[in-house]
């Protein structure tokens, strides 16, 4: 694992909240009927199918959502997880969030945006971080423009945005308006996509690539035809190892998508989703990767190399690429 923990590393799809230590959610959850609630979801956590599934994950964020209730604690959250990124040789990561505001909109939306890239601001020497804000599959359309206005107002940090939450909401076409005017502004954009398995969420998936956002996330269930128009258009797939096997319902990598991909030499990145909840890093799952696939150094290398270029803040691309030239001479590769 050495070799993958030393290695300067790229993460591009990483939820803020979903970063969150599971020490300080414990901590953040006051009451004894939620830290109750909490272990029964940790023991089921890897019970059942894919439905099963991903609603204990979504149940544990409606729990973390409901304990993060002030400035202080999203600050806290986006210390630490810079702090964990910047432990495992992260070197840039592009965390995203959907904005949200507190007591009764008092403390609004742009407040939130501002706490966590004044973090982001402060860890800059030792990782450099952009975000992407989130619009979530249950929120109305005005809320989407909001959140759009919001990414145009902090364009300097801001480089992103999100299609996510709960895949049983199928609702890419009523934001489809949303996502246009940001291709209009030139405003990169990352979907969640082929997250279940049912036909209503595959049907979906053609919508999505309809639209050609700039990265996709997860493509874990998908057809043949689907497959084929991702690999053709050279569409960038953000993976996730541990959340997907868990939400795949699959025991190792080997069935992984990742194999056709890189078989086929697309564009890819291999990420966290939620370190916190899923408890693993960077390093962990690229190792895992590696491990199944038998990647030499220097193919791990290159591949982080070609994950550079799919940075959506262009000019980072060669920050990343300067860093990671300087470790493969050092480490003669
Ligand atoms: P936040 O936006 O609050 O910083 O991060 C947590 C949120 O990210 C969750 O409430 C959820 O909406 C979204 N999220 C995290 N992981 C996943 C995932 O694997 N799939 C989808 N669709 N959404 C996710």
Redesign the pocket.
């Given at each position: 694992q050495c070799f993958c923990e030393l290695i300067p590393k790229i993460e591009l799809h990483a939820?803020?909240?979903?970063c969150i230590r599971s020490s300080t959610f414990r901590q953040l959850l006051s009451s004894p009927t939620d830290q109750t609630r909490l272990d029964t979801l940790d023991k089921e956590f890897s019970v059942g199918d894919t439905h099963a599934r991903m609603a204990n994950?979504?149940e544990k964020?409606?729990l973390?959502?409901s304990c993060?209730t002030n400035l202080d604690d999203i600050r806290r959250i986006a210390r630490e997880t810079l702090e964990d990124f910047i432990s495992d040789n992260v070197i840039y990561a592009e965390l995203?969030?959907?904005p949200?505001s507190f007591h009764n909109g008092k403390i609004p939306s742009s407040s939130y945006i501002e706490a966590i890239l004044d973090i982001m601001k402060k860890y800059e020497e030792k990782i450099c971080s952009r975000l992407i804000l989130?619009i979530?599959?249950t929120q109305t359309l005005e809320q989407a423009m909001e959140t759009l206005k919001l990414a145009e107002n902090y364009r300097t940090h801001i480089v992103g945005l999100d299609f996510?939450?709960?895949?049983n909401i199928k609702s890419f076409e009523r934001f489809r308006p949303v996502f246009d005017l940001a291709k209009q502004i030139n405003l990169s954009t990352t979907i969640?996509i082929g997250?279940l398995p049912d036909k209503e969420c595959i049907n979906e998936n053609n919508l999505i690539i309809d639209y050609k956002p700039t990265r996709l996330?997860?493509f874990n269930f998908r057809t043949n035809d689907q497959e084929q128009r991702v690999l053709k258009e050279q569409i960038p797939l953000e993976l996730?190892p541990t959340?997907n096997l868990l939400?795949m319902n699959l025991l190792d990598l080997t069935e992984h998508h990742f194999d056709l991909f890189y078989k086929n030499k697309h564009p890819l990145a291999i990420c966290t989703?939620?370190s916190g909840l899923m408890n693993c890093n960077l390093s962990s799952e690229l190792f895992q990767v590696v491990q199944t696939f038998h990647l030499t150094k220097k193919e791990l290398y290159e591949f982080i190399f070609q994950t550079s270029n799919l940075i959506f803040d262009k000019n980072m691309i060669e920050f990343c690429q300067k860093k990671l030239n300087i470790f493969s001479q050092q480490s003669n590769l």
């Open positions: 939820h803020l909240n979903g994950v979504f964020f409606s973390l959502r993060v995203r969030t959907r949200r989130s979530d599959r996510s939450g709960d895949p969640h997250e996330g997860h996730c959340s939400t989703d939620d």
